[in-house]
């Protein structure tokens, strides 16, 4: 199974500011079929189900703001939340989808300084 | 606007059994894969299992490999799931998740229904 581990597991940022999310896997979750990593990225908030900001490891999912964007390939990857808004308080959860079982990460509680 | 409500949550004691319904809408239902997805209060995300558009591939996290099936009625555009001999450890929030493109990215998720096991 892919382990997949967040770092850290939590962060406070200042608005304005920018916040970095890091997954790593425990194998790489690029394909060799179709050369795309099998990545995703969730926001979840109180009561909400989660919602998906980016796949593909960097493709912004329809509505999401430019201000979050993903990066990496292979094993390491990370969220970048470029400047931060009150609504960005939330859990991220990042996700492998190359095989099943599929497999989220812990994740990172981003809290406003 | 695709659109999933679950239902059949509730208390079960341990060692019981509990069938989770999902009822879809919005979209075309027979070419999605399916997906269930837990919640445990105040923790994280768990992948349950998922199942191909036309239900002739399934597959499941071990910790439910055995006890759990998922199933579908392409007809009724309605996903299931019956969990039998249930844990305290299984008490979750139940997610139905539909994947973007037809595929295995979770896109669209329902509010869930919460399944409690307890005596």
């Known amino acids: 199974d892919f382990v997949m581990t967040q770092s850290p597991d939590s962060l406070a940022v200042s608005l304005g500011e920018r916040a970095t999310i890091n997954c790593k896997s425990s194998r790489s979750v690029l394909s060799t079929s179709d050369n795309q990593n099998y990545l995703a990225w969730f926001q979840q908030k109180p009561g909400q189900p989660p919602k998906l900001l980016i796949y593909w490891a960097s493709t912004r999912e329809s509505g999401v703001p430019d201000r979050f964007s993903g990066s990496g390939s292979g094993t390491d990857f990370t969220l970048t939340i470029s400047s931060l808004q009150a609504e960005d308080a939330a859990i991220y959860y990042c996700q492998q989808y190359h095989s099943a079982p599929i497999t989220f990460g812990q994740g990172t509680r981003l809290e406003i300084k | 606007e695709k659109q999933l409500v679950e239902s059949g949550g509730g208390l079960v004691q341990p060692g019981g059994s509990l069938r989770l319904s999902c009822a879809a809408s919005?979209?075309?239902?027979?070419?999605?894969?399916l997906t269930w997805v837990r919640q445990a209060p105040g923790k994280g995300l768990e992948w349950v299992a998922n199942i191909k558009p036309d239900g002739s591939e399934k597959n499941y996290v071990d910790s439910v490999k055995g006890r759990f099936t998922i199933s579908r009625d392409n007809a009724k555009n309605s996903l299931y799931l019956q969990m039998n001999s249930l844990r305290a450890e299984d008490t979750a929030v139940y997610h139905c998740?539909?994947?973007?493109?037809?595929?295995?990215?979770?896109?669209?998720w329902g509010q869930g229904t919460l399944v409690t096991v307890s005596s």
């Open positions: 919005g979209f075309t239902f027979s070419a999605y894969w």
């Open positions: 998740v539909t994947g973007k493109g037809g595929g295995w990215i979770p896109e669209c």
